[in-house]
């Protein structure tokens, strides 16, 4: 167990819904990043926060968004919703601010029908 | 494209041999590491290696890193079923905003 809760586990919605995913960090971590993985794409880095804060951007589109709290747990919306943005989600989170070990949760399935 | 490349894309072995999986890159990172995947699971770290090493030991894992030609390998002794998985590098580049970036994996097989 890598001490990474995200949830739902599994999510299955239609095009043009809006949905939010639910991660929260290691204990002692300040730093949340958000990731999607799909055969063709493989694994990318959609964004980071840090302590609150937007640190990195990645390939997120701006039909997503994500917040962190103030209790650290952070939660990806996903509007618009397309067939294409079925994919596994994973949340991951570190220690500091820099790109240093990260552990994964055990992610997200969101199906688009 | 993707800063880490692993090569193979998939490796097929008889449990007991060496699996030996490679990983290259295109610019100055600051350190590189190596992620395991389950099917459908998170990712799970490996090991890491800073860009002043060359060979990092981990149990049954040997990581080398060569900056001058930009590519790392790992090393899996006396592989086992339960090793099969997906296997991810990834580089942290140089840079002040530098973000962590994973190659497109290497699916590992091993037949018991």
């Known amino acids: 167990d890598s001490g990474v809760t995200q949830t739902p586990k599994h999510l299955i919605t239609a095009t043009g819904q809006r949905v939010t995913l639910r991660c929260s960090p290691r204990?002692?971590?300040?730093?949340v990043y958000w990731y999607q993985q799909s055969l063709d794409q493989g694994l990318q880095f959609l964004i980071q926060?840090?302590?609150?804060?937007?640190?990195a951007k990645g390939n997120i589109l701006e039909r997503f968004s994500a917040q962190q709290f103030p209790d650290l747990h952070s939660e990806l919306n996903l509007s618009s919703l397309e067939l294409g943005d079925s994919a596994l989600y994973f949340c991951?989170?570190?220690?500091?601010?820099?790109?240093?070990?990260?552990?994964f949760g055990a992610g997200t399935r969101l199906s688009v029908l | 494209s993707q800063q880490g490349e692993e090569d193979p894309q998939a490796l097929s072995i008889q449990e007991g041999e060496n699996a030996t999986m490679n990983c290259s890159y295109k610019?100055?990172?600051?350190?590189l590491q190596w992620y395991r995947q389950n099917s459908g699971r998170g990712l799970v770290h490996l090991i890491l290696?800073?860009?002043?090493?060359r060979e990092k030991h981990s149990g049954r894992l040997r990581v080398t890193l060569d900056t001058s030609k930009k590519s790392s390998s790992l090393l899996i002794t006396a592989s086992r079923a339960a090793d099969t998985a997906s296997y991810f590098c990834?580089?942290?580049?140089?840079?002040?905003?530098?973000?962590?970036?994973f190659g497109k994996g290497i699916t590992l097989s091993v037949r018991p």
């Open positions: 610019t100055s990172i600051n350190n």
């Open positions: 990834a580089t942290d580049a140089t840079g002040a905003n530098s973000k962590l970036t």
């Open positions: 290696i800073r860009s002043n090493e």
């Open positions: 204990s002692g971590d300040l730093s």
């Open positions: 991951a989170s570190s220690v500091g601010a820099r790109q240093n070990i990260q552990y």
């Open positions: 926060y840090y302590n609150g804060e937007e640190r």
